[in-house]
């Protein structure tokens, strides 16, 4: 079946470590999103990309970083500048041709900075 | 300020209809969007309307659309324990490429 898999779905790390989380889709969507969620704050969208090999800053894309080398894959760098890193992160896609904006999620990444 | 406004929380009895609200701030909105999400998953597009649109009913989910006041409510008729979930409200327009702009999520409790 089509969808969006995120790896890991929890993640420790210690402070001033860099960590990847990884965001495949086989749904053949031009656009993907990365998204982090903390307790009654929503969704804040972190980075974005439309194509591959281009990507831009979302709301809150300090301290994060991303590549988009194929249509396939969206991987999410936490750095060691992300000041509070601890949050659920959520990657998301959408359809090119889209007439609706649907976007579709994966099931979400939780990241504790130990 | 927040573009989606939304409160937090909202409880109500198994079998009652649950009414969830939001607002929102841009006029140009396009499309508006329902998206649950269960614990600890993702979220999933409940239904949309478009901006042209008064009303839209998909089978227990009822969403009205209020354009001069920029409100959107999204009923559940014979709410379940399975319907207890976070509910976003969430707007987009095409000229900003589709993004959804997001509330901060409903948090529906079904008590038994």
């Known amino acids: 079946d089509g969808g969006i898999t995120q790896s890991p779905k929890y993640l420790f790390r210690k402070e001033g470590q860099n960590v990847t989380l990884s965001c495949e889709q086989n749904?053949?969507?031009?656009?993907m999103y990365w998204y982090r969620q903390d307790p009654g704050q929503g969704l804040r969208l972190i980075y974005y990309?439309?194509?591959?090999?281009?990507?831009q800053k979302g709301d809150i894309a300090e301290g994060y970083s991303v590549s988009r080398e194929k249509k396939e894959s969206f991987p999410l760098t936490v750095t060691s500048a992300q000041k509070n890193p601890t949050a659920f992160y959520l990657c998301?896609?959408?359809?090119?041709?889209?007439?609706?904006?649907?976007?579709?999620f994966g099931e979400g990444s939780r990241l504790t900075v130990l | 300020g927040e573009d989606v406004e939304q409160s937090l929380f909202l409880s109500v009895r198994e079998g009652d209809s649950s009414v969830i609200n939001c607002t929102y701030t841009?006029?140009?909105?396009?499309?508006l969007y329902w998206y649950k999400q269960e614990p600890g998953a993702g979220l999933q597009l409940l239904t949309y309307?478009?901006?042209?649109?008064d009303m839209k009913q998909d089978q227990r989910l009822t969403v009205l659309l209020n354009k001069k006041d920029k409100h959107l409510s999204l009923r559940i008729a014979d709410t379940q324990t399975g319907d207890s979930a976070i509910y976003f409200c969430?707007?987009?327009?095409?000229?900003?490429?589709?993004?959804?702009?997001f509330g901060r999520g409903t948090s529906l409790i079904v008590h038994p």
């Open positions: 998301a896609s959408m359809r090119g041709q889209t007439n609706t904006g649907e976007l579709f």
């Open positions: 749904l053949n969507h031009d656009a």
């Open positions: 990309s439309q194509i591959v090999n281009d990507f």
């Open positions: 841009d006029s140009s909105s396009t499309y």
């Open positions: 309307i478009f901006s042209n649109m």
């Open positions: 969430a707007e987009s327009t095409p000229g900003g490429s589709y993004i959804p702009t």
